[in-house]
């Protein structure tokens, strides 16, 4: 996978990277008994629109080896996986992935969006209404160990966590492997309100070439807040840094930190994609999730991996908020569409009736279209803001 340096300890390499063993599979070659190739998942705790947290089975670790590629190990990995899942597992199944043409082929959709900033300190200001924002925070900023500063990182996470889609619980031992970065601990600054934490930072300096003008860049890993004005005293506080050039960071699409700026031209951002979503099993996802309106119709999905999955849905949302019933029927279909795009869907950023656009929902009946669009869709955006 490119990590570094080969290790031959492989229990170092499980506890580095928490890796559950009862969720990692491996392929053999059937003439010299070595392992070609793997994958895993995390069993993860995810928010979804609604702010219900679910599990979902966070896959990684999926990796062949160059000498038994297009030979079929990956696809019997993964198909594998996926028919385990579905057979007691989580609803969902999400990952992050280096090459998304290869996932869509299981059904995964992109399911929400990031891009990566980074601004000018020499030129990005705060508008006045934005610093205005920032000086009324309650909060006062204190810059701590990661060690101290933990325990109040995950009160602030606590706390927000149900509010956005897309959003993953945390435990302890993943809270120490986000800190724990192969570059060293980040400097972190906490924002304390009069009865607690109510927001963060973490970021990293890197040192710049010249001594003769500032020339270090702020690498941002995390910023939380619970409320507005302490998310713009930490920006703010950021953009004061001395000594340092510009500031980078990957952002949920939108961001709101555009409307902080005098003049948004300063950032400059480059969009990725970020969380692909798979659906395992479609009635118990709907069930798990909030619709943003309420919807009555008939789903032709297509499912080559999982044939359960596959046929006519009757969906059903009885008041706008509430999460779907989804019954097979033989009903004539409103709308068709694969499972990848329910995927894509499912956490609400992604707008079925933009996939109509890429021909990727047809449909059927007049009208039908924008209500399930409409109905799927979630305010606020949904994110992910870490790689698992």
């Given at each position: 996978?490119?990590?570094?340096?080969?290790?031959?300890?492989?229990?170092?390499?499980?506890?580095?990277?928490?890796?559950?063993?009862d969720?990692?599979?491996?392929s053999?070659?059937?003439?010299?008994?070595?392992?070609?190739?793997?994958?895993?998942?995390?069993?993860?705790?995810?928010s979804?629109p609604?702010?219900?947290?679910?599990?979902v089975?966070?896959?990684?670790?999926?990796?062949?080896?160059?000498?038994?590629?297009?030979?079929?190990?990956?696809?019997?990995?993964m198909?594998?996986?996926?028919?385990?899942?579905?057979?007691?597992?989580?609803?969902?199944?999400?990952?992050?992935?280096?090459?998304?043409?290869?996932?869509?082929r299981?059904?995964?959709?992109?399911?929400?969006?990031?891009?990566?900033i980074?601004?000018?300190?020499?030129?990005?200001m705060?508008?006045?209404?934005?610093?205005?924002?920032?000086?009324?925070?309650?909060?006062?900023?204190?810059?701590?160990?990661?060690?101290?500063?933990?325990p109040?990182?995950?009160?602030?996470?606590?706390?927000?966590?149900?509010?956005?889609?897309?959003?993953?619980a945390?435990?302890?031992?993943?809270?120490?492997f986000?800190?724990?970065?192969?570059?060293?601990?980040?400097?972190?600054?906490?924002?304390?309100?009069?009865?607690?934490p109510?927001?963060?930072?973490?970021?990293?300096?890197?040192?710049?070439?010249?001594?003769?003008?500032?020339?270090?860049?702020?690498?941002?890993?995390?910023?939380?807040?619970?409320?507005?004005?302490?998310?713009?005293?930490?920006?703010?506080?950021?953009l004061?840094?001395?000594?340092?050039?510009t500031?980078?960071?990957?952002?949920?699409?939108?961001?709101?930190?555009?409307?902080?700026?005098?003049?948004l031209?300063h950032?400059?951002?480059?969009?990725?994609?970020?969380?692909?979503?798979?659906?395992?099993?479609?009635?118990?996802?709907?069930?798990?999730?909030?619709?943003?309106?309420?919807?009555?119709?008939?789903?032709?999905?297509?499912?080559?991996?999982?044939?359960?999955?596959?046929?006519?849905?009757?969906v059903?949302?009885?008041?706008?908020?509430?999460?779907?019933?989804?019954?097979?029927?033989?009903?004539?279909?409103?709308l068709?569409?694969?499972?990848?795009d329910?995927?894509?869907?499912?956490?609400?950023?992604?707008?079925?009736?933009?996939?109509?656009?890429?021909?990727?929902?047809?449909?059927h009946?007049?009208?039908?279209?924008?209500?399930?669009?409409?109905?799927?869709?979630w305010?606020?955006?949904?994110?992910?803001?870490?790689?698992?």
């Amino acid at each position: 996978m490119g990590w570094g340096a080969r290790t031959e300890d492989a229990d170092a390499v499980f506890a580095d990277r928490a890796i559950e063993v009862d969720r990692t599979f491996v392929s053999l070659d059937t003439d010299s008994g070595e392992i070609v190739g793997t994958t895993s998942a995390y069993s993860l705790t995810m928010s979804m629109p609604g702010g219900a947290l679910v599990p979902v089975a966070g896959v990684y670790l999926v990796g062949v080896e160059p000498t038994h590629r297009r030979r079929g190990v990956m696809s019997s990995m993964m198909r594998h996986q996926l028919k385990g899942l579905a057979n007691g597992g989580e609803a969902v199944a999400a990952l992050w992935t280096t090459d998304p043409a290869i996932y869509q082929r299981f059904g995964y959709g992109l399911a929400t969006w990031r891009s990566r900033i980074e601004l000018d300190l020499a030129r990005a200001m705060f508008s006045p209404r934005a610093d205005a924002l920032a000086s009324a925070s309650c909060a006062r900023l204190r810059q701590m160990s990661v060690a101290d500063a933990l325990p109040h990182l995950a009160a602030v996470h606590e706390e927000i966590v149900g509010s956005r889609p897309g959003v993953l619980a945390r435990s302890e031992s993943r809270w120490n492997f986000l800190m724990r970065l192969e570059d060293g601990e980040p400097e972190v600054v906490v924002a304390m309100g009069p009865e607690g934490p109510v927001g963060y930072v973490a970021y990293r300096i890197r040192p710049g070439q010249s001594c003769a003008s500032p020339g270090g860049e702020v690498e941002v890993q995390e910023i939380s807040a619970v409320d507005p004005a302490t998310h713009a005293q930490l920006w703010r506080y950021l953009l004061g840094l001395d000594l340092m050039r510009t500031v980078s960071a990957h952002r949920p699409l939108p961001d709101p930190l555009v409307h902080l700026l005098v003049d948004l031209r300063h950032l400059h951002a480059t969009i990725d994609d970020a969380l692909w979503v798979r659906l395992v099993d479609l009635p118990r996802a709907f069930g798990q999730r909030a619709f943003a309106a309420p919807i009555d119709l008939v789903l032709e999905v297509t499912d080559a991996v999982l044939p359960a999955n596959a046929g006519r849905w009757r969906v059903s949302v009885d008041a706008a908020g509430e999460p779907a019933a989804a019954r097979p029927t033989r009903g004539d279909a409103d709308l068709s569409l694969d499972i990848s795009d329910l995927g894509a869907a499912h956490l609400g950023a992604t707008h079925l009736a933009d996939l109509a656009l890429a021909g990727r929902v047809h449909e059927h009946t007049p009208g039908a279209l924008a209500a399930a669009s409409l109905a799927w869709s979630w305010s606020p955006i949904a994110t992910c803001p870490e790689i698992f």
